[in-house]
């Protein structure tokens, strides 16, 4: 009997501007366990030192001269590769060791996989404070509790076969600009098709963001610009599976909404109150964990920032569902394009 082949994997990098982390990333996916890896990196018309550096890593490197975002630059990508399985890896991410291997053992072992998607480690990359250390936290956090088979994932690290590309099409090019939602898109549609999972197995330390007010502004716009997809998408529910749950953006905001009734009768104090306590206990098992992995020090910042992510994610959902109503370009967004099924 002869033995199986082992399948090339193709780990494509879309990069721009990221000097600071690029060489963690690309060197992570050269040194990978998996006996058969290339690995391409896409640089989308990066204006600092990004391509002289991993020029001198000993992989391929494709210069894009316009800046056209995220999914474009991975279709640059997929283009260029000759792998069996695209392992798609972000810029500021750096993969454990395993990761590849263990996402092909997947594939081999459930052949009709559509999409392994893996999970942020429980430490940043580069070390940039206590914003950082709360956004990574609460990311493993929730990705760990929903394991298993899923509908929604993400390109910072996960692998696709190729077939399933030729299946259903690649990265839709109308969608760019910073919070264009290519990838939960892209996610959606082969979960349309094909059997997906989450696993704790594929692992990748994220250089997240560390500044508050950056962080607010994406949560904001990236909510509002979901709403028509997880409109069109009903079916599949893709807001169960969002890092900030329903119930806790729900919970925020009727807290703070509900806070002017104070003026009325101080009695009313009770109904902003008793919001809050319902986010709180929404959010006590993340609090816990928090607690147990980081300690005390940070439970306070953590539910802070909790607050304050939910609060921006839902004036965003607010503000998108008000568009989604008035603008009827805005309601077809996320048709799908010509060419792709």
Known sequence: MKPAKTPLVSVVIPCHNSRKTIALSVLSALHQTHPSVEVIVVDDASTDETPEIVRKLGCTLIELTENVGAGPARNRGIAASSGDILFFL?????????????????????????????????????????????????????????LGPARTGHFASGAVPRWVIDDIGAFDERLRGQYANEDHEFSLRIAEHHPVTRTLSVVGYHDDDDQLSLILRKLY?????????????????????????????????????????????????????????????????????????????????????????????????????????????????????????
Do not use: C
């Open 90 to 146: 972000d810029s500021d991410v750096a993969l454990a060791p395993d990761a590849v291997a263990n996402a092909v053992k997947i594939f081999e072992e459930n052949p009709s996989y559509g999409a392994v998607w893996g999970v942020y480690g429980d430490r940043p990359l580069v070390d940039d404070g206590v914003v950082e250390w709360v956004q990574v936290l609460y990311g493993h956090y929730r990705a760990t509790r929903k």
């Open 221 to 341: 716009r990236r909510a509002g610009s979901l709403v028509p997809l997880v409109l069109k998408q009903r079916e599949l529910k893709p807001e169960r599976e969002a890092t900030h749950r329903p119930a806790e953006v729900a919970a925020a905001f009727l807290a703070t909404t509900s806070l002017p009734l104070v003026l009325v009768s101080p009695y009313l104090a009770a109904v902003p109150v008793a919001f809050l306590t319902w986010f709180i206990g929404v959010d006590l098992p993340l609090l816990n964990y928090v607690r147990r992995t980081a300690g005390w020090r940070l439970v306070p910042p953590s539910a802070l920032l909790s607050f304050l992510y939910s609060l921006a994610i839902s004036a965003g959902a607010l503000s998108g569902g008000m568009r989604y109503v008035l603008d009827a370009r805005f309601r077809q967004r996320y048709r799908t394009p010509a060419g792709v099924h």
